[in-house]
């Protein structure tokens, strides 16, 4: 998968987890932005290492699995945040 396939399967899911815990972040679209991509590749490498799927492409099943990964990391930047 190209790179600038993993970015806009990293804005998708960077959007459906803002959709999903909505909530005041700072840093606002770009935070939101950078996290779907970074969550992109989380959910890609874990999903292929529990074998649940991989993000090999733009796919219903890879959407999810990046969208997973961005809720998770945006989880932990809520809880990072909150300590501040």
């Known amino acids: 998968m190209g790179i600038l396939s993993w970015i ?4 998708i899911a960077g959007a459906l ?3 999903i815990m909505p ?3 700072g840093g606002g679209i770009i935070v939101t932005m ?3 991509i970074a969550g992109a590749f989380l959910g890609g490498w ?4 529990i074998g649940l799927g991989t993000t090999g ?3 219903i099943g890879s959407i999810i ?6 809720i998770l990391l945006l989880f932990i930047y809520r809880q990072i945040k909150k300590k501040k």
Do not use: R
């Open 65 to 70: 699995t990046a969208t997973v990964g961005a």
């Open 23 to 25: 909530g005041k972040d």
């Open 46 to 49: 874990i999903g292929s290492i």
């Open 34 to 36: 950078l996290l779907g």
């Open 17 to 19: 987890a803002k959709w």
């Open 57 to 59: 492409g733009l796919s």
């Open 8 to 11: 806009i399967l990293g804005l």
